[in-house]
């Protein structure tokens, strides 16, 4: 009698110890709400101070489209490689052909123009500059306007959908970047997410940015640039959940022989 109470405890204790190893599992991915939010302020109004606005500039390797508007479409077409034809009808290049790429430099080869230098520009300087020049071969321009093509952003890391990413109004704050990639996961740390940018002259920097601080949204690095890459760092707990999660099995297989082993041996002694 004293023997098999003896057994019954001891498969108390295996399968106690098992519970507490699958719930151990269980809260080691847990999470608080104030590890989650963003920009945390008790200030149910802020103000934060403004770095101005900051628009994208013209860099090397863009890929620029340019077109010029006027109230006489022949006199500028040419400048939108537009080719008339004797019945003043006209055909076009395919879009590629109208695509400029930017050069080291920050050069662009034009229709007519030539080679023009616009690296550095926003695009408003750039059009306001492209204009000027062209009023030395043609006074009826209505506006030029200027698109880069190949305004491209990365978010990688612990965000619902990595990827990269095309933007057609080239400003993309660091929150529109991970909301357009579904938002970080749970797992994601907020206050340690990586920017790493190339600027123009070929520097890299990686930068750290604390998505919890307000003052988030009056930084230089809010808005990204062309090829930024941003990186969502994971949590303990899902660095450690990766390591789990491949050992778990191992894990539960031992614990469930050390068991049946321990169950025949109990069943041996009672007999």
Known sequence: MQTHCYSLELRKVGTFA????????????????????YVQ????????????????????????????ESSNPEAVAAFNGIYWTPNQQYSTYAQQARTFLV??????????????????YT?????????EILKKYI?????????????????????????????ENTKVSIFEALANAGDMSIQGVRT?????????????????LNLQDPNILSSP?????????????PNDAAAQSANIGAATGII????????????????????
């Open 18 to 37: 098992l519970s507490l190893l699958m719930i151990g599992l269980l809260f080691s991915s847990c999470a608080t709400r104030k590890d989650v939010a």
């Open 41 to 68: 302020t008790p200030e149910q109004v802020m103000t934060v101070a403004s770095n101005g606005l900051q628009d994208a500039r013209i860099r090397a390797k863009d890929l620029l489209t340019v077109t010029v």
């Open 103 to 120: 050069d080291n430099e920050g050069n662009v080869e034009l229709p007519v123009v030539g080679l023009t230098h616009v690296g550095g």
């Open 123 to 131: 695009m408003r300087e750039a059009e306001s500059h492209l204009k």
């Open 139 to 167: 006074t009826d321009i209505s506006s030029v306007n200027i698109k880069i093509q190949n305004y491209k952003y990365s978010v990688i890391g612990e965000v619902r959908r990595p990827g990269t990413f095309t933007s």
């Open 192 to 208: 340690e997410v990586k920017l790493m940018r190339e600027n123009p002259d070929g520097h890299r920097e990686i930068v750290t």
């Open 221 to 233: 690095y809010y808005y990204l640039q062309q090829g930024d890459v941003v990186y969502v760092q």
């Open 252 to 271: 539960f297989s031992i614990a469930s022989l050390t068991l049946s082993v321990a169950n025949i041996l109990i069943s041996l002694l009672v007999k």
